[in-house]
C-alpha cells in the first residue's frame, strides 16, 4: 500500500492537505526553495519497528519524503526527525526551542499521542499547546497526528484510551486551526 492511502484506521492525508501543506513548492523556473519538514515525536517517526532495529526508510517521514519527490520532482525537500523512542509529548516540549525551533521547519508534524498515554490527557494537551504556540509565532504549518494503532487497545471499545486523545487532538486542530 502506498502512502497516503488508506484502510480502515490507517492514517491519510487528504487533497486538500497536500494543497495546504505544499502549494507553491514546485520548480517556478527561477529558483528553487527549501523546504524542511520535521517530525517531532516517539518511536514511529523515528521507524522503530521490533527493537533494537530502525527501520527509517520504512517510516512515514521517508514515505512522505518519496512522495513528495514524485509529485514536486524540482523540489528540494528535507526530512527531519526530532523523534525519540519512549518520548512523550513534555519532554518533547521541553527540548522544542533547542530541537526543533532550530531546524526552522516549513512544516512541524507532532506524533506524541501514543506515548502521552503515560502522562494523560491535561499534561499532554497543555504541552501540546505549548508546542502550537512557538510554533505558530514562528508561522510553522503544524500537522498533528493522531495516535498510532497498539494491538493492545481494543478500538473497537467506546470511548477507549486512543479515541480519547484522537478527540483531543481534533478538539486542539479546531481550536487553533490546525491540520489533524
Partial sequence: MEFGQTKKGQRKISTFLWYWAFRGWEYSGRS???????????????????????????????????????????????????????????????????????????????????????IGLEKAKKADEKMIKMALRKHIKIILMTPSPDLRVDITEPNNILEQFTDMLNALAKETILAL
Wanted: glycine share 6%; net charge positive.
Fill in 32 to 118: 528553487y526553495r527549501t523546504i524542511n519538514l520535521v517530525f517531532h515525536g516517539h518511536s514511529v517517526p523515528t521507524g522503530y519497528g521490533k527493537t533494537p532495529n530502525v527501520y527509517r526508510l520504512r517510516a512515514y517521514p521517508f514515505l512522505m519524503l518519496k512522495k513528495l519527490n514524485e509529485k514536486y520532482p524540482y523540489s528540494v525537500v528535507n526530512v527531519i526527525t526530532t523523534s525519540i523512542g519512549g518520548e512523550n509529548s513534555v519532554q518533547g516540549e521541553k527540548k522544542f526551542k533547542k530541537d526543533v525551533l532550530s531546524m526552522k521547519p516549513n512544516v512541524l508534524f507532532i506524533d506524541y499521542a501514543l506515548n502521552d498515554r503515560v
